[in-house]
């Protein structure tokens, strides 16, 4: 069975995009189209933005379609240890492939911007 710490679902701009976003940040994701979560036996149960904007008041508003799944939950202790990985790997690469201590800093400086 696949586990991933992210569902996405749709595979639209946005959906790949959220996909791309949390792939570099280390984050275990997993991408399904609608019609894919049924195949599986993953009940959906789109429900109206409005809804969800209640619950989730950081959501952009501009969603068209929203989906409820069965115990969806992100492990935000998991999220952030994925993250402190990423950023680990980001910097000793950058450490390996700088020449110079100023080409090291100039690298993560570019990336903070």
């Not at 115990?71 to 390996?96: H, K, M, P, Y």
């Amino acid at each position: 069975m696949e586990k991933a710490t992210v569902l996405v679902i749709g595979g639209e701009p946005t959906g790949v995009g959220i996909l791309r976003d949390l792939t570099m940040r280390g984050i275990d994701v997993m991408l399904l189209e609608v019609e894919a979560c049924k195949k599986i036996n993953l009940p959906t149960i789109q429900i109206d933005p409005a809804e969800a904007w209640h619950m989730e008041p950081n959501l952009t508003h501009r969603a068209q379609a929203v989906y409820r799944v069965p115990n969806a939950a992100i492990d935000g202790f998991c999220t952030a240890w994925q993250n402190i990985d990423s950023a680990e790997r980001n910097v000793l690469n950058n450490i390996n492939s700088a020449r110079t201590v100023e080409e090291f800093m100039a690298s993560i400086k570019n990336k903070l911007i």
